[in-house]
């Protein structure tokens, strides 16, 4: 696996030679990602890495240098990075910061504070459509939350709202691109916002006064590493030129072009940029022209890529485990059993733990993460496989004369072969699955389109992601029993079928 790692790295260090910007996966930082991106690429070169996650992720990104800059949030900054328990000024967060290596500034000119939003015609009873105060929260138990998750974690989220407004509810996690649509269908009443979302007035929500002032300033601002300047001069020199020139109403203009006009990322960013309005009339993309856009093939390359490389590698570690756990009795329950807790592990807590123990985001990590999930299926079937061998057959081996290494490679692989081929073809299935989680870490592949689809709400970009991956699915499964009809001898297949 070290090897492996070591030939792979410089797939995660192809573009050192540009400015890496990375994004969150929501609306306004896959923006304000684009409009960083289109205004240091002339200057010399960047390149997006979008849609990395959350904090954790995105932050651990940037330590490891697989990121320069980010754009990020001073209320952020202060509670959920550096953890300090109440506000502190910029000068302070500064010298913090450069202790691990960042550094703060460009502020970009507008405040996206945390709030929380009711229904604007919330008038189930007339006391529930008066409520306009975070604290009038509290004598309405029967409110259903759901919050984003990161909301849910946050040091500066919903466990110090609670406890400073003696918030009795306790709420549901949901994912902040639908968390809107599940409180227009009424499943959910009360949801976490942010202040320039374009959806306020699109879904007529009434933002709740934050009257014990909980929420610190959020005022967008460049987060960096300190050597990100000196590295890219020119490239910084453009960007600082940003400072203090998108105003709220600009943001607010920008995340409705995308999220109610459904314009691109990028074409809100350039037209931005170019001091023209993002107005006009919604785009509405069919689903046949985002399933067939210029990107299907770089994105089936990626995905093909990361289920068959680390398929491969499965197989080459998983069928020597399978062969020592069928043959040595003692260690068959171990390696069993830690194949097993691997694939336990939440898909999302690896990637950020590979990111901060690898250095690196994109192929890398998400070749090792689909890895572990690959093995268990391949060493169980290769272990129970060589179990079901018959023991008249190995006997007979032995009494021709043929060693134990003859005996594996000429009796018991061959005879194991189909439940073997089981196995991989489970795990290369279960991989094409997996693999989406490979875009929130900037690997690429169909779960792009799919991340991008649960940022904006966006079925039609969800079904363009999740359609490609259920076919390749499909594609996968036939060609593996293709595979076994081959390899398979055509007597043992009659006997199966009988």
């Known amino acids: 696996m070290v090897l492996i790692l070591l030939a792979l790295a410089p797939l995660a260090r192809a573009d050192d030679g540009v400015l890496k910007i990375g994004s969150k996966r929501f609306t306004e930082s896959y923006v304000l990602g684009e409009i960083l991106t289109q205004t240091a690429a002339p ?35 202060d509670l959920e990075i ?28 507008f405040n996206n504070t945390y709030a929380l939003a009711v229904r604007g015609d919330s008038a189930d009873s ?49 994912d902040h691109g639908i968390a809107y649509a599940a409180q ?54 453009a960007i600082s030129a940003l400072e203090g020139r998108i105003a709220a109403a600009d943001m607010i203009a920008m995340n409705a072009a995308v999220e109610v006009q459904q314009r691109s990322f990028a074409t809100v960013a350039a037209d931005w940029l170019r001091h023209a309005p993002a107005a006009g ?26 289920v068959f490389a680390a398929v491969g590698l499965a197989c080459l570690a998983g069928i020597p485990l399978g062969v020592l756990a069928a043959f040595a009795p003692r260690l068959r329950q171990p390696v069993l059993a830690l194949t097993g807790v691997l694939q336990t592990v939440p898909s999302l807590a690896l990637l950020a733990m590979l990111i901060a123990l690898l ?23 290769t272990c129970t496989g060589i179990l079901q061998v018959p023991a008249g057959l190995r ?66 970009m969800l079904l363009a992601g999740a359609i490609p991956a259920a076919v390749l699915a499909l594609l996968t499964q036939a060609g593996f029993e293709l595979l076994e009809r081959r390899l398979t001898p055509a007597r043992r297949r009659k006997q199966s079928q009988v």
């Open 281 to 306: 009339a919604p785009v509405r993309s069919t689903l046949m022209a985002r399933l067939f856009d210029d990107k299907l093939l770089q994105l089936t390359g990626q995905h093909l890529f990361l």
């Open 184 to 237: 227009a269908g009424r499943q959910v009443d009360v949801i976490d916002i942010y202040s320039t979302d374009a959806k306020i007035a699109q879904y007529k929500l009434r933002v709740l006064d934050d009257d014990l002032h909980y929420f610190p300033r959020y005022d967008a601002v460049l987060l960096y590493r300190l050597d990100a300047p000196q590295r890219f001069p020119a490239q910084w020199q």
């Open 359 to 381: 250095g690196m985001i994109g192929t890398v990590p998400a070749l090792v993460a689909l890895f572990v999930y690959a093995l268990l299926p391949i060493v169980r079937n």
């Open 43 to 77: 200057h010399g070169g960047a390149s997006h890495r979008q849609g990395l996650g959350n904090t954790a992720i995105v932050l651990a990104a940037l330590q490891a240098g697989s990121i320069d800059v980010y754009p990020e949030y001073l209320g952020t900054i």
């Open 82 to 109: 550096l953890k300090n328990p109440t506000p502190t000024s910029l000068a302070q967060m500064r010298v913090a910061l450069q202790k691990i290596g960042l550094g703060v500034g460009v502020p970009l000119g």
């Open 395 to 460: 006997t007979a081996a032995l009494a021709l004369g043929l060693t134990p290494r003859q005996r594996l490679l000429h009796v018991d692989l061959p005879l194991a072969l189909p439940v073997i081929l089981a196995g991989v073809k489970t795990a290369a299935i279960l991989s094409v699955g997996t693999a989406t989680i490979a875009a929130f870490i900037g690997a690429g592949g169909f779960g792009e389109r799919i991340t991008i689809g649960l940022a904006l709400n966006d079925n039609t």
């Open 126 to 174: 007339a006391d529930r459509g008066a409520i306009s105060r975070l604290s009038q929260l509290a004598s309405h138990p029967e409110l259903k939350f759901g919050l984003s998750h990161e909301f849910i974690g946050r040091a500066d989220g919903w466990t110090g709202l609670a406890q400073r407004y003696g918030l009795p509810q306790t709420p549901r996690g949901l």
